[in-house]
């Protein structure tokens, strides 16, 4: 099995997306175990001083002004944690806890936070054996970090409250761990603290958002390639000198998807041939490489800050090297925050201009020649009518999940958490629309490789050709008389989802972006 190291330096996307989704086991380098001790070291001297110092002898938040004494600081740190692991509503998905978890291992052992190397061992320990904490939908105002999640895993460590098991079964935190031999934590002074003060859970959902659209990027551009083919444009608009004199990558990234998955195509071109003949083709078809490459541009910008975040040390206070332990802001959510709610508005304008595609290839007076809906028998039969509806209320959901979160702030803490980032909140929304972009992105598949079956007698390309025959291959139907469609759908869903469509394709178009 893989095993992630973690050491001072942060960590990699890839490493978190290894532990979260994949079940790598992790391990604590020598060095981070040095700066562990090392900053241990220090908030153990600062405790031991008359004078008052945050996070490590007094209150916290708007509690700040009281000092407390060395007889109550075991209980103020334990404290911190059960009044904080207050979330409420539905659970958070597994893969989502063990981000969290990770990315809060990750800032312990920079060594920049004071926690002792036994706690941060057992969080090793607990991840490692696959123990995930029960953490709630809401909780988090992404200031402060995320707060109530990072509590209810901080919880676990202490052997208290609910988490689940390798097996699937929530049990007392206490009992699972006594089953794999380790021992509850009890936190000193500034671990609970430590342990609470993170952007863990945003990131993490940012990180697993940034891979799942990448994948959608590519299957969009292959879907958009198809729509185009079936309805018998021209591919002369992908051409390289046109997307050279606009130079934004993402666009020429996307045009030469398109380019690739066209290549030997008989249907491309026909625009001019018709009864009707057309000049260009419209703005869905022929903007696909500016719409998508403008996404394909953010993501980029996303995981850029991402990256960033990945080798940040968020604490409040944090151990400095010269000995100092300072409060600071670098918990607050924004820069993280920002990125998610941008992610949304571009998922949302790649989704809406998939379903105008397939609203084009349904409606016989714009489809070139397809019958209406591209049904068997139009009127008898209603073809992908509804389907193009359940296509059209996820774009629309798409578009309210667009909202920006981060704009929202809303006081927390009697005013002294006067404004916040709202970044849970965004990077939640964000896995809802992901999800519902690959479901958007299916139902084109489903429509334009129907549409270019029906196109009989002019031969497709062949990656459109080998796309067409996996998704046959993986139990979706092509034309034919009405049936119930849902089946169909979910399989077209998981074909795009899981990266069916673009592993179908790259074999004759080589590597896409």
């Given at each position: ?62 509690l700040a002004t009281r000092h407390i004494g060395h007889d109550l600081r075991t209980q103020l740190q334990r404290n911190i944690v059960r009044s904080h692991a207050a979330g409420m509503g539905p659970r958070v998905e597994r893969e989502v806890v063990r981000a969290l978890m990770f990315l809060r291992l990750k800032t312990v052992a920079s060594g920049h936070t004071g926690v002792r190397p036994e706690v941060a061992q057992t969080m090793v320990d607990v991840l490692n054996a696959g123990i995930t904490p029960v953490v709630h939908e809401y909780g988090s105002l992404g200031c402060s970090g995320d707060l109530a999640p990072l509590s209810h895993c901080a ?359």
């Open positions: 099995m893989h095993t992630v190291v973690v050491g001072t330096s942060g960590t990699t996307v890839e490493d978190v997306i290894a532990v979260a989704r994949g079940n790598a086991r992790i391990e604590l380098s020598d060095d981070a175990v040095t700066a562990l001790a090392a900053a241990r070291g220090i908030v153990d001297a600062l405790a031991a001083k008359p004078e008052p110092v945050y996070g490590v002898s007094t209150g916290f938040g708007a919880l676990t460590l202490m052997g208290e409250g609910d988490a689940e098991g390798p097996d699937g079964t929530v049990r007392p935190a206490g009992e699972l761990m006594a089953a794999h031999g380790i021992a509850p934590v009890e936190l000193r002074e500034k671990e609970g603290l430590a342990l609470l003060n993170g952007t863990d859970g945003m990131l993490g959902m940012l990180i697993m958002a940034i891979a799942d659209l990448k994948r959608l990027y590519t299957s969009a551009d292959i879907t958009a390639a198809l729509s185009l083919e079936a309805l018998l444009g021209t591919d002369k608009v992908l051409a390289p000198e046109l997307h050279a004199i606009r130079p934004h990558p993402g666009q020429a990234a996307s045009a030469a998807n398109m380019s690739a998955v066209l290549k030997g195509s008989e249907l491309t071109g026909h625009f001019q041939e018709e009864e009707a003949p057309r000049v260009q083709d419209a703005y869905s078809v022929r903007c696909a490489p500016q719409v998508a490459g403008a996404g394909r541009d953010t993501l980029a910008y996303a995981l850029l800050v991402a990256e960033r975040e990945l080798a940040s040390a968020v604490d409040n206070p944090v151990v400095l090297p010269d000995g100092r332990v300072e409060s600071n802001g670098n918990f607050h959510g924004a820069p993280v925050a920002y990125v998610l709610d941008f992610l949304a508005i571009a998922a949302a304008d790649l989704g809406s201009i998939a379903e105008r595609r397939t609203d084009r290839l349904l409606d016989k007076n714009r489809s070139h020649g397809l019958p209406p809906f591209l049904a068997d028998d139009a009127g008898v039969d209603s073809g992908l009518m509804i389907a193009q509806y359940t296509q059209a209320a996820l774009v629309s959901e798409m578009k309210r999940l667009a909202v920006p979160a981060s704009v929202d702030s809303i006081p927390s803490s009697a005013m002294q958490e006067d404004h916040v980032s709202m970044g849970w909140s965004a990077a939640r929304k964000l896995r809802t629309a992901v999800g519902n972009l690959a479901r958007i992105i299916a139902v084109e598949l489903y429509a334009s490789t129907r549409a270019i079956e029906l196109r009989r007698g002019l031969t497709p390309a062949p990656a459109s050709k080998a796309a067409i025959e996996a998704l046959r291959a993986a139990g979706v139907e092509g034309p034919g008389p009405d049936r119930f469609l849902a089946p169909d759908l979910a399989a077209a869903e998981v074909f795009v989802r899981d990266g069916q469509l673009v592993a179908a394709v790259e074999p004759v178009t080589g590597p896409l972006a």
